[in-house]
């Protein structure tokens, strides 16, 4: 694998996206990015690196660290499968497979999904949102995307003999466990920066893209954290690997990704057009926020980021990728590209390796 950019590279533009229509620009989106290694060197970037973040979502693999070492550290305690690991990281498509994951996690240590602070909602994907509603009256807490990881809290308050009550409060002993584990891999005073409450209930946090970019790399190479932060990293990278559908499910980037290159790489988005990527062959961490919040510029400057590091295409990935827009007839009407002063290089279509 050769990179196809020389690096480092540093564009202070963002990443510019051209949404086209017959040739035609109708819509602009704009990237910031950052790709660093371990010791927080940046390998290439564009935008404004330094700008806070709210990472959302994208920052469930490193809040799943805290369980999960908490396991390592006390053998004793009963084991989760690939499964569970990859579902506490999850922002999943509410299939039956992740609603029953949930609430047999819970039930293995006598909990159940009324004890969930996350709320209810109906599935996020259209296809199985549909096939709720012929086959129920509402959804339950189990169906919130982020019911892994309120399961995953849950059980680690339950394991620190904590009171569960509140537990999504920023002020509990499972928030400042994981905030703790967040500080250390960002290398960031996270309370510095502005907080607020995600849509699941739980804190969210921000902090600047470029230190977030940097706890990704610790969890691409973990070699200089201790061992049991190493141990639980490569079991979490591990689990999403061997259990690509529960990271997101059908038809989704997450999954496709985790399918595709195996544990090679982790992604995982976040709400408001972010996603974050640890590229564990090369030891490097990637984040990146679409300033529109548009989750189709995310996953398209994914691609491009996967593109410039010497990745070769996979069909499976080209809906996010490198998308191709069609009318409901099914015609191709347009596309996304760079912009033409980008220093990326991006695959043509149709170009990408079955």
Not at 194 to 220: E, I, M, Q, T, Y
Not at 276 to 299: I, P, V, W, Y
Request: proline share 5%; net charge negative; with cysteine.
């Amino acid at each position: 694998m050769t990179p196809r950019l020389s690096m480092p590279l540093h564009q202070r533009p963002p990443l510019r996206l051209h949404v086209r229509r017959n040739g035609a620009v109708e819509s602009v989106h704009d990237v910031d990015l950052a790709l660093v290694d371990t010791d927080g060197q940046v390998i290439l970037s564009c935008g404004d690196i330094e700008r806070p973040i709210f990472p959302r979502s994208a920052m469930k693999p490193l809040q799943s660290i805290a369980l999960i070492e908490h396991l390592i550290q006390n053998p004793d305690h009963d084991d989760l499968s690939a499964e569970e690991v990859a579902l506490i990281c999850a922002s999943h498509n509410a299939e039956e497979v992740h609603v029953d994951a949930v609430r047999r996690l819970l039930s293995r240590f006598g909990l159940d999904d009324d004890a969930l602070s996350c709320g209810a909602h109906w599935s996020l994907d259209q296809a199985t949102s549909l096939a709720q509603a012929r086959s129920m009256d509402t959804p339950t807490k189990a169906h919130n995307n982020c019911s892994g990881k309120h399961a995953g809290m849950l059980v680690l308050g339950h394991l620190m003999t904590a009171t569960l009550s509140g537990y999504a409060a920023l002020t509990h002993p499972v928030q400042q466990r994981i905030l703790g584990v967040l500080e250390a891999m960002t290398g960031a005073d996270l309370m510095q920066y502005p907080h607020g409450v995600d849509g699941c209930g739980a804190p969210a946090l921000s902090g600047p893209l470029g230190n977030w970019a940097r706890g990704f790399a610790l969890f691409a190479d973990p070699q200089s954290l201790s061992d049991h932060r190493q141990a639980a990293i490569e079991r979490i990278r591990q689990s999403i690997a061997d259990a690509p559908l529960m990271i997101a499910g059908t038809g989704r980037a997450c999954s496709v990704v985790a399918e595709v290159y195996g544990d090679q790489v982790t992604v995982k988005t976040g709400a408001e057009g972010v996603f974050a990527g640890a590229f564990h062959t090369l030891g490097l961490g990637l984040m990146l926020k679409a300033r529109d919040g548009h989750k189709r510029a995310s996953e398209f400057a994914l691609g491009a980021v996967f593109h410039a590091l010497g990745y070769d295409g996979d069909r499976r990935l080209d809906p996010f990728f490198n998308p191709v827009l069609k009318n409901w007839a099914g015609d191709e009407v347009g596309d996304i590209i760079l912009a033409p002063d980008q220093d990326f290089t991006q695959p043509q279509h149709g170009q990408a390796t079955a």
